[in-house]
C-alpha cells in the first residue's frame, strides 16, 4: 500500500462552522504534513510532524489546528475559516524524520470552499 | 534563503518532441533538488530527485535532470513528449543542513502536449 488517503475530497463549510480534514497511511511512514496550495500556485508548507510531534508549524492562523492521534493518522481541525482559506489541502508523508532529501508521497487532497 | 525559479510558466510542445522545463534555484549550499508533477485533480508525484552522487538523474515516465552547479540549474527533459505527460510540473529545493524537509516550490510550469 503505497497511498495516502485524504478524506472527504470535497468540503463546503461557513466561516462559522467547525470541521477536519483527515489523511491516513499505512506505509509506515514517520513524518507527515500538511499543505496549502491555491489555484494555479505551488504548495504552501503549512505543518510538518515527525514521529507523531509537531515539528513544524510555519506561522499558520490558529484557526487550522493540526492533530497527529498516531503514527498513521493525521488531522487537520477548522475553525471559523476565512473565504480566502478557500485551496487544496494536501497532506503528504515521508519515510524518515526529515531530513531534507525524502521523497514525499502526497495524497489527492481535499478541496476546501468557504463561504 | 533558498528560492527556486521556473521559467515559463507555460510550455507547449508537440507529441513526441523534446520536452524542456527549467529551473534555477538559489541557495548558500548545493541543496537538494526534486520535481515533482501534478496531474489534474491529484496530489503532487516525485519524478526524480538529486541529493548527492550522480549529477544526471533519471526518474520515472522517461524524464530525467542533470545538476549543474556553476549554472545553478536543474532542467528536466524528455526526449519525446507524450500525451499523457501534459500536467503540472514543479521544480523544488531543500536545504540539507536545516535539518527538515522544508521544501521550497517553484512557481509551476504547466505542460501541454499538442497533438
Known amino acids: 500500500d503505497t497511498e495516502v488517503t485524504q478524506t472527504p475530497k470535497h468540503l463546503v463549510m461557513g466561516m462559522t462552522n467547525k470541521k477536519s480534514l483527515k489523511c491516513e497511511q499505512h506505509m509506515g511512514h514517520r513524518a507527515m504534513y500538511w499543505y496549502k496550495q491555491k489555484a494555479k500556485k505551488p504548495p504552501e508548507l503549512m505543518f510538518v510532524y515527525s514521529y507523531e510531534k509537531l515539528s513544524i508549524n510555519e506561522s499558520v492562523p490558529s484557526r487550522f489546528s493540526p492533530e497527529c492521534p498516531n503514527s498513521s493518522l493525521l488531522n487537520l481541525h477548522l475553525h471559523a475559516l476565512q473565504p480566502e482559506d478557500s485551496a487544496l489541502y494536501l497532506c503528504?508523508?515521508?519515510?524518515?524524520?526529515?531530513?531534507?532529501?525524502?521523497?514525499?508521497?502526497f495524497g489527492s487532497g481535499t478541496q476546501l470552499s468557504v463561504l | 534563503a533558498q528560492s527556486v525559479t521556473q521559467l515559463g510558466s507555460h510550455v507547449s510542445v508537440s507529441e513526441g518532441a523534446l520536452v524542456l522545463l527549467r529551473c534555477n534555484y538559489s541557495s548558500s549550499v548545493p541543496p537538494y533538488l526534486f520535481w515533482y508533477v501534478q496531474y489534474p485533480n491529484q496530489g503532487l508525484q516525485l519524478l526524480l530527485k538529486?541529493?548527492?552522487?550522480?549529477?544526471l538523474v533519471k526518474g520515472i515516465n522517461g524524464f530525467e535532470a542533470e545538476f549543474k552547479k556553476s549554472e545553478t540549474s536543474f532542467h528536466l527533459t524528455k526526449p519525446s513528449a507524450h500525451m499523457s505527460d501534459a500536467a503540472e510540473y514543479f521544480c523544488?529545493?531543500?536545504?540539507?543542513?536545516?535539518?527538515?524537509?522544508?521544501?521550497?516550490f517553484g512557481q509551476g510550469t504547466r505542460l501541454t502536449i499538442n497533438p
Open positions: 523544488a529545493v531543500s536545504d540539507p543542513g536545516q535539518g527538515a524537509q522544508k521544501l521550497v
Open positions: 538529486y541529493t548527492t552522487g550522480a549529477t
Open positions: 503528504a508523508s515521508s519515510q524518515d524524520p526529515p531530513g531534507g532529501r525524502e521523497k514525499l508521497f
